[in-house]
């Protein structure tokens, strides 16, 4: 399976050729979504950090999605008094070889001049972007991420599965898996270690998990909601086990935080929990659209969300492809769901025969076509405050 | 009658899951199950767990062939396995949940 990806400066392949409307304080957030919305393309995205003060988690953050090779060019828009710079911002777009432009409301002179500049510019980016060079793309230049949200009894039974074994090939192929929720493996520690590629790795996951565990117990709260319950699922043991299956077989190669690439191939563990600090620990996990958001900061081309019960969000800058387990949700939400995991547990198919079909649907997206969120325009993002260290660095054996 | 389907997922599970509501009837076994039919004792909703054995309060709940919780009262082979006699051995306050629809109950919101 070949495609035709965007090349971008740094030889990095995309699969789509974007432009980012970043808003870079919720003040000038109206002036930019207004910018996406009257360029009326689905190439043109929005994006942004709310806050005015500053937070190094959600600059990294958003250094990392203009850095991202689905994106093309990238316009920056602020209000002209909040910590995050637009200029800055715009010249890391430069420095990556994309399209890029910035605006102050404060200097443009309010709402109407600056979204008449703004859809200039985008209108020009869209321009210079049907001259990017194609190049040749197969499944071993792909980054793919996984999370689950909305889970029920067949996300463990079927599409957790799926997605684990559409991993293993993956991985095998010589592309990029990346998985998260270390707050889903919480009953798991055994089955970590187990996976870990080397001894390092294995503390790191230890040491991943043991914070994850504290996280919970500090905030009284496990990633389990009132639908996972009334799914069948009784504990976060349960949950765990049917969300840590997506990871698949092969050895976990290390541990990535928020916004950090994976240094090479091969299958790795995201973790999105805060790390502790002087404000303590946020809110980690708020929605399933932080979680993808998260992967897609790590480079992912394109991310799953696996669900039982049902979803409809999508994601921006990356395609979201959304896969049940359940032939219910799939044919009750069809307009939504892309993916069918469900047939291997009515016996329509084999496991090895659903990889495969997702396999065929991944070339196809990576190749152009559109996933059900995208047609519909969900571009969900959701960038909170956060602290996180930029990368895990273990404390002293001592510590541990 | 239509035949009833549960799915154990590992030989070592003592609980499998039931992929239809399921009435107090003969229940065939998918998955990798050692015995072919469970006998169910009362209604399970589908997607919920069924006691393949004898399970002594204390004891612990396997499903995936790891433990995922304990049993909080003796549940007999055939029961329905969920929030009302089970409890995880982490998360304290997902047991005092509504049992059927999973909805809080120990936070008075207003």
Known sequence: MQWQGFLRKDDKLGIRNRVLVIYTVECSAFVAREITRLSASLDVECIGFAGCTDNEYAVRLLISLIRHPNIGGVLVVGLGCEYIQPEWLANIAAEAGKENAWLFIQQEGGTAATIKRGTVLVKDMLAELQQTRRASMQLADLVIGAECGGSDYTSGLAGNVVVGRFFDNLVEAGGTAIFEEIVEAIGLLNLLKERALNPEVEAKLVYTYQKALAYCKSVRQYSVSPGNFAGGLSTIEEKSMGAFIKSGTKAIKGVLKVAEKPPEAGLWLLDSTPDPHWMQFGITNPNDSEGLIDLISAGCHLVFLVTGRGSVVGSAVAPCLKITGNSDTYQKLIDDMDFNAGKVLTGECTLAESAAELSKMVAAVAAGSLTKSEELGHKEYFIPYKYQEKTLTLPPKCKL | ?110
């Open chain 2, 1 to 110: 009658m239509k035949q009833q389907v549960a799915f154990q997922i590992d030989q070592n599970d003592n609980v499998a899951t039931a992929l239809m509501e399921l009435t107090a009837a003969s229940v065939k076994l998918r998955g990798d199950a050692k015995q072919k039919y469970i006998l169910a004792s009362e209604n399970i909703p589908q997607g919920h767990k069924i006691a393949l054995k004898d399970i002594k309060s204390g004891q612990q709940i396997i499903k995936y062939g790891i433990v995922i919780g304990q049993a909080t009262q003796d549940i007999k082979q055939g029961q329905w396995v969920h929030l009302h006699c089970m409890a995880s051995l982490y998360d304290e306050r997902s047991s005092q949940l509504d049992v059927k629809t999973g909805v809080p109950q120990d936070i008075k919101y207003e």
